[in-house]
């Protein structure tokens, strides 16, 4: 792929197509594992055990894929973006195996790791190889062939859930992933021949090393406080205490690193910041509504999982809809207004299902989680290109990566805020197994999510201003 195609017609028939295809099936694989395992959580819980431990099936995945995200960067930087994916696709298949064979809840939280760390390759992959062969005003256009398979996962992934669960056949959530992570493979190796603009990296590991033992640390001491331990104990100050003096450790080291994980001098940048800050804030509500809605609905006026499932695809499905779009808009009225416009719906739709939670209805969580996903889709897509089209080749990873791990990182302490929060009035209740309780629980989880989502909204109003003709003629290389 080379920079004299970059005229050509984008579609799946183009000279291009055969690697936009692969890319959509790679995504796909992320889009579905994001919706397909939510709906199934209680039937996982009965054969397994410990509710208080399902937060984990979705953080320890989420950790792995935050804290890989700019390894798998930087590499991609060096050996280029196909040995990168191609070894995501092997991890998360691998993975995904693993989960389906799982005896035990942490034995499955353990095998989650393992998929996590392939997601967190295929994901910003799939970003970067669309930023490196194709122009700004043509990702516009590609934006929708990607928001497609989001669009057709939402549906398929909750409904497949919902149907394995109430089969007691949630091991087939992880079976469905092999035969895409093949077909993903084979069409990758035989369609993408990428050229290399080759640059020789060194790979901060003791950043890496910090930064996982940091979000570890503070991850654990979230969901295990008050539930494996007192909030009040040696435990907790060891994780939080580990946790905090880790990531300390972690900016000092990266402010001399010759070639740091996350490099902070990019965050010094304001559009970096800004986008980056706002994409913690919608990785956080995306994993938070999707990971809890369906048991709020399941736990409190027990509907099938297929239905709370459906319910929450409705999120999953305005996020495609309106990131299809996403490319006019911002194209005619800038990145920054765009994403204002997005995370003002965002903020009204995440205050509305905090207002109505306390009366449990999958038909208004629905209409709510709808409108919540069309607004993270008007948010999500051009604060990534945004950062994208302000750098070049030889930062494009490093710079899709900061906005990946942000996002992911933003999901996976959400997961654990939102649980913390979650089990603690479970604790102070009758228990996962009361109504009411569940309810109460939800209730204040939905009202973390309308804060977070307040505070997203006060972030992205400190993009810097754009303009349409800073970007309509970029390229993509």
């Not at 494996?228 to 003096?245: D, Q």
């Not at 750098?391 to 490093?398: D, I, L, Q, T």
């Not at 942000?406 to 997961?415: D, I, K, N, Q, T």
Request: hydrophobic content about 55%; proline content about 5%; aromatic content about 8%.
């Amino acid at each position: 792929m080379t920079a004299s195609i970059d005229r050509a017609s984008v579609g799946l028939r183009s000279e291009r197509g055969p690697v936009l295809g692969a890319l959509m099936l790679s995504t796909g694989l992320i889009a579905i594992d994001a919706t397909i395992l939510a709906t199934a959580v209680p039937s996982i819980v009965r054969e397994l055990g410990s509710y208080q431990q399902f937060p984990w099936l979705f953080s320890v995945y989420l950790l792995a894929q935050a804290v890989s995200v700019p390894i798998y960067s930087r590499f991609a930087d060096t050996v280029g973006r196909k040995p990168i994916i191609l070894l995501g696709i092997a991890l998360f298949l691998l993975g995904s195996i693993l989960c389906g064979l799982a005896w035990s809840m942490p034995a499955l939280i353990a095998f989650r790791l393992i998929q996590g760390l392939g997601a967190g390759a295929v994901a910003p992959m799939s970003m970067t190889i669309v930023g490196d062969i194709y122009t700004v005003a043509e990702r516009a256009k590609v934006q929708g062939y990607i928001a497609s398979v989001w669009a057709i996962s939402s549906v398929v992934g909750p409904a497949l859930g919902g149907i394995f669960a109430q089969l007691d056949a949630w091991r087939w959530i992880f079976w469905v992933n092999v035969p895409l992570c093949l077909i993903a493979g084979w069409m990758l190796l035989r369609r993408y021949h990428e050229q290399k603009q080759t640059q020789r990296h060194r790979i901060d590991y003791a950043g890496a090393a910090l930064l996982t033992v940091g979000l570890t640390g503070i991850i654990l001491g979230m969901l295990e406080g008050g539930n494996a331990w007192a909030w009040i104990s040696l435990p907790s100050a060891l994780c939080f205490g580990v946790g905090i003096l880790s990531l300390l450790a972690f900016g000092f080291v990266e402010r001399r690193a010759a070639e740091p994980i996350v490099d902070l001098r990019l965050a010094a940048r304001p559009l970096i910041l800004s986008t980056t800050i706002v994409s913690l804030g919608i990785g956080a509500l995306m994993t938070g509504v999707t990971s809890f809605a369906p048991a709020y609905l399941e736990g409190s006026i027990g509907i099938a999982p297929l239905l709370s499932g459906l319910a929450v695809a409705a999120l999953t499905l305005g996020w495609p809809i309106s990131a299809a779009n996403a490319g006019r808009l911002y194209l005619r009225i800038g990145f920054r207004r765009t994403t204002l416009v997005g995370m003002t719906i965002t903020t009204v739709a995440a205050v509305a299902l905090a207002i109505v939670s306390p009366w449990p209805n999958p038909f208004s969580v629905a209409a709510i989680a709808f409108v919540l996903g069309f607004g993270l889709g008007w948010s999500a897509a051009p604060t990534l290109i945004a950062a994208q089209a302000s750098v070049g080749w030889g930062e494009r990873g490093a710079v899709t990566g900061m906005n990946a791990f942000a996002r992911s990182a933003g999901s996976a302490v959400g997961v654990a805020v939102f649980g913390a929060i979650s089990n603690a009035v479970i604790a102070q209740g009758a228990g996962p197994g009361d109504p009411a309780t569940i309810v109460s629980a939800s209730v204040w989880v939905f009202v973390g999510a309308a804060v977070v989502a307040v505070l997203t909204l006060l972030a992205a109003l400190f993009m810097p201003r754009d303009t349409v003709e800073e970007h309509s003629g970029e390229a993509g290389v």
